[in-house]
């Protein structure tokens, strides 16, 4: 069997005109996983050329990928850091130089990355069929954790909670305000925890909006979410939060309400939220609410970079994919 000389070039970082590529290797490495899975009448469509630009700038120097001794692309790792909160994805490797130790090389480039960062979590997200996948990511020191389920529930034009606002609505000065006061909130529950960047991102990149409930002056809950459509040649037909935090049951309960307000009034069908199952009162809140069980992930973590642990009642939900 013919091997490469090298394993690869890299890492080098990831800029805008890479897209096309990183699309092209992430449909194909995602579809031959499902077809090796048993889901052979699956093909994974490429992502919004939008959402990878999202991805890239978050992450900046932490979007990495290498190169095959013809200078093309063969694999990447895109590592997130939300303060001390690291995480990788997406991560594929071309199908035809799988195998070959380069997925051990990219994995532990990115933890390696992250940890140098401060990340004080470490973790990724993977299929929990995929046996082989959960054993190669344990070898390198992640140990699995709970179930982030996505979820779905119907947009409502019902009353939104009164205390409630759209960032996207407010001046610069009180949008940055608010956004710190974010900040702040999280940090005092899961200390260095921080989706500022993410925010303003989103803001800038016109991707959606961050949804604020205040109570008594403070913030008592917040979403992140995206309104364009994830992957290419689909319709925006949901709304799908990407960080969520809520003080108490009956403020994420409020919250719910007010997300389905806003998919309604953005002209969405439904709200996507991947619940973390770790918050087990959020997740009956959201069965009791209708929200319809569509896909299972499992978060792995390292061993020595856990997630933050919350006070009791409180809910943070912090999507580890794109």
Not at 94 to 108: A, N
Request: with cysteine.
């Amino acid at each position: 069997m013919w091997r490469p000389e090298r394993l690869a070039v890299g890492p080098r970082a990831a800029v805008a005109t890479d897209i096309p590529l990183l699309n092209r290797i992430f449909s194909d490495a995602f579809t031959e996983r499902y077809q090796r899975d048993g889901l052979v009448g699956v093909r994974v469509p490429q992502l919004n050329p939008d959402v990878w630009e999202y991805a890239i700038q978050d992450a900046r120097d932490g979007a990495m990928l290498w190169h095959d001794e013809q200078n093309d692309v063969v694999a990447f790792n895109i590592a997130h850091r939300s303060g001390t909160e690291g995480w990788m994805g997406p991560l594929a490797v071309r199908p035809d130089r799988q195998e070959m130790g380069l997925g051990r090389l990219i994995v532990e480039t990115a933890m390696e990355w992250l940890r140098g960062q401060g990340a004080t979590t470490l973790g990724l997200e993977t299929m929990p069929r995929t046996v082989d996948n959960i054993g190669f990511y344990s070898r390198l020191g992640l140990v699995p954790a709970h179930l982030t389920v996505t979820m779905t529930g119907d947009g409502s034009r019902r009353r939104m909670a009164g205390d409630y606002v759209r960032l996207k609505k407010l001046s610069d000065s009180d949008r940055v305000a608010l956004i710190e006061e974010c900040r702040a909130r999280v940090d005092r529950s899961a200390p260095g925890y921080d989706f500022t960047r993410e925010i303003e991102l989103t803001h800038e990149l016109k991707l959606g909006d961050t949804t604020v409930l205040t109570r008594r002056g403070g913030v008592a809950a917040f979403a992140l979410w995206h309104a364009v459509p994830l992957a290419v040649d689909r319709t925006a037909d949901e709304l799908r939060v990407l960080k969520l935090f809520a003080e108490s049951s009956d403020a994420f309960a409020r919250l719910l309400v007010t997300l389905e307000a806003c998919a309604a009034g953005a002209h969405r069908r439904r709200v996507a939220i991947r619940c973390q199952t770790a918050f087990a009162d959020a997740y009956r809140v959201l069965i009791e609410r209708g929200y319809r069980v569509r896909w299972t992930d499992l978060r792995m973590t390292s061993h020595e970079h856990p997630e933050a642990q919350l006070p009791h009642g409180e809910v943070l939900f912090s999507n580890w994919e794109i």
